[in-house]
């Protein structure tokens, strides 16, 4: 519950941000020479950076920046899974086949280098970011959704839909799939809290969103020029990354529970 | 019947691999722009970048530039660094030892807090001892690595001043003579005990902050697999026949979780050697990790590309491995 609240808060900064923020234009391009590295206090809870950018400010906005990246890494990653996945299971054979083989390879390379690699090829830009994780994400749900419908494929009310003269894509759309909903929802809640991550990290790599755009994980990186003293600049921003991924961690957590009570004790 | 699951195993490996070298080969090639330039990087001029297109034979049809590919990587031919100027064979062979030492005592570390983590919290299992296991093991997986390796570094190295703030050992004290390049064992190798001492001490902050994210998921799958075996018929037997608890847990439970956890170090090793990138960078650790991350800031595609085949490969191994041994301690699988 208090997860949710968490969750409640945090959409209202990315919604919100802008207006929230004392210092808004402090995320789109302005600098303070005079104000540069000072302390936390009363004007800037969190201090200020090195470039004098109240870092309270950055971190709200940045909120949006985090929140849209998990959505749309995760619509990425369950949309070309589900259809690989639901491809792989219907079919089967050969097809299926070849394209569980291309999902175990593609998770043998671990998610966060495949995922800076495309970056790299693509382009420093949020926009790649989203892109590059999403394409890393899908084989899991590729791989659960493919054992979803090849489990449900040889019950008999599928049986009975084809029969009735369902095409495959009919039935699939229909009948199959919702049912493979559940699964699905518990896995990408759980998934939020590791998207926000690895953005977070590919941001820390340069390769995300560039500056002004208050990025969390590129707010850490670039105050490691400064750090151990001005330590402010680094750990806010790197707090908010935590409690966002903590609380959809327990958010997903409490929704497996909920939805999936095979794997509680 | 074991050496057919071998043989069935390792007949799946140069598949993978293959696989693995396309999807890397792919990524240089479908580009957009220019395949020549991307390699040649940006500060080529346009006759680099044409001596580029013709060594790599970029104007080839994909499938032969392929067979090149393969041709070039099975002589170790790997590219050059932009920012070492060495061949990037070279600088992986020169590195890797680094990163093996820190994940092999980061999967150590996550092993001796996950496992006793994840015992307990079966044996008393929904009390406090659980709850708290299971919260922490959550927190755990929800620190961005790179931030706790800052705030460890603040916190253990620079305020208190208790371990050291980076590096493979300080840097007044000389180094092991090279026989493995794992320093311990070096360090050991050469019975200088001070600077196993040293070199364990550099290792422990950035091993912890590896092996961070992977406590939850060993605690978990110990917790899971004890309370599994704790439910069987034996256990009860043995408990009826009078044999102390302490002989039950380490016989038989330990055993069993033994195996299930071993199905964990494969996922570890995948997520460490991701972290690698982002920990080695904080410490400052001569790793591949460190050497993938100056190349990522320069965007000097040749080494990513290789480190990404690299750990692919290991990956790979790893979980072959993993699979064989699964097959050794529990023969139920074997078929």
């Known amino acids: ?265 | 019947m074991f050496v057919q699951y071998v043989g069935r195993r390792l007949a799946l490996i140069p598949i993978t691999l293959l696989g693995v070298s396309a999807i890397v080969f792919l990524l240089a090639r479908i580009v957009p722009g220019d395949p020549a330039q991307l390699a040649a990087g940006d500060q080529a001029t346009p006759e680099m970048v044409e001596a580029f297109r013709q060594e790599y034979r970029l104007d080839r049809p994909i499938w032969e530039q392929y067979v090149a590919f393969l041709g070039g990587l099975l002589q170790g031919e790997l590219g050059r660094s932009m920012f070492t100027g060495r061949p990037v064979l070279d600088d992986l062979r020169a590195f890797l030892p680094a990163t093996l030492e820190l994940t092999a005592v980061g999967i150590t570390l996550a092993l001796l807090i996950g496992v006793p983590a994840g015992v307990f919290s079966a044996l008393y299992r929904n009390r406090w001892p659980d709850q708290l296991a299971r919260g922490l093991a959550l927190t755990g997986v929800s620190f961005p690595v790179f931030w706790l390796a800052l705030m460890l570094q603040l916190l253990l190295a620079v305020s208190l001043d208790l371990l050291p703030i980076g590096g493979r050992f300080p840097a007044a004290y000389k180094g092991p003579a090279t026989i493995t390049g794992l320093y311990t064992l070096d360090f050991a190798l050469a019975r200088d005990a001070e600077g196993v001492g040293l070199a364990l001490r550099h290792l422990l902050l950035p091993a912890l902050c590896l092996a961070v994210g992977s406590v939850a998921s060993i605690t978990r799958i110990t917790r899971t697999s004890v309370l599994d075996v704790l439910g069987r018929d034996f256990i009860r037997t043995s408990r009826a026949m009078g044999l102390p608890e302490r002989v039950v847990i380490g016989k038989y439970v330990l055993k069993n979780a033994f195996i299930a956890t071993l199905t964990m170090l494969g996922v570890a090793l995948t997520y460490m050697l991701a972290g690698s990138v982002l920990v080695e960078s904080v410490f400052d650790w001569p790793g591949i990790g460190l050497y993938a991350f100056k190349s990522i800031i320069q965007l000097d595609f040749q080494p990513i590309a290789a480190f990404t085949l690299l750990v692919g490969t290991m990956v790979a191994l790893v979980n072959l491995g993993v699979d064989v041994l699964y097959g050794v301690f529990d023969p139920r699988i074997r078929r």
Do not use: K
């Not at chain 1, 590729?142 to 039935?171: D, H, I, K, N, S």
């Not at chain 1, 755009?213 to 790197?238: C, Q």
């Open chain 1, 1 to 265: 519950m208090a997860a949710l609240a968490a969750i409640a808060l945090l959409l209202v900064a990315a919604v919100f941000g802008p207006s929230l923020a004392p210092y808004s234009e402090d995320a789109e391009g302005a600098i303070h020479a005079d104000a540069r590295l000072r302390p936390p206090s009363g004007a800037h809870p969190f201090g200020t950076d090195e470039l004098g950018r109240d870092v309270f400010s950055r971190v709200l906005i940045g909120a949006r920046i985090s929140l849209s990246v998990g959505v749309i890494v995760l619509v990425i990653g369950v949309t070309i899974g589900t259809i690989l996945g639901a491809i792989a299971g219907f079919v089967g054979g050969r097809v299926g086949e070849a394209i569980m083989r291309f999902t175990d390879i593609t998770i043998t390379i671990p998610e966060l280098i495949l995922a800076l690699a495309i970056t790299a090829v693509l382009g420093r830009s949020l926009g790649n970011t989203m892109l590059a994780i999403g394409l890393v994400r899908w084989p899991i749900y590729c791989r659960l959704v493919q054992a979803q419908v090849a489990g449900l494929a040889t019950e008999p009310f599928v049986e009975a839909a084809v029969a009735g003269g369902g095409g495959p894509a009919r039935v699939l759309l229909r009948h199959i799939l919702p049912n493979c909903v559940s699964p699905v929802i518990v896995r990408a809640s759980l998934d939020m809290g590791l998207a926000i991550l690895t953005a977070a990290a590919l941001g820390f790599l340069g390769l995300g969103a560039q500056e002004p755009i208050p990025e969390w994980g590129a707010m850490v990186s670039n105050a490691r020029n400064t750090f151990p003293t001005a330590w402010w600049s680094a750990t806010f921003p790197g707090l908010a990354i935590f409690m966002t991924v903590f609380a959809f961690n327990v958010l997903g957590d409490g929704l497996r529970d909920v939805l999936d009570p095979r794997t509680t004790d």
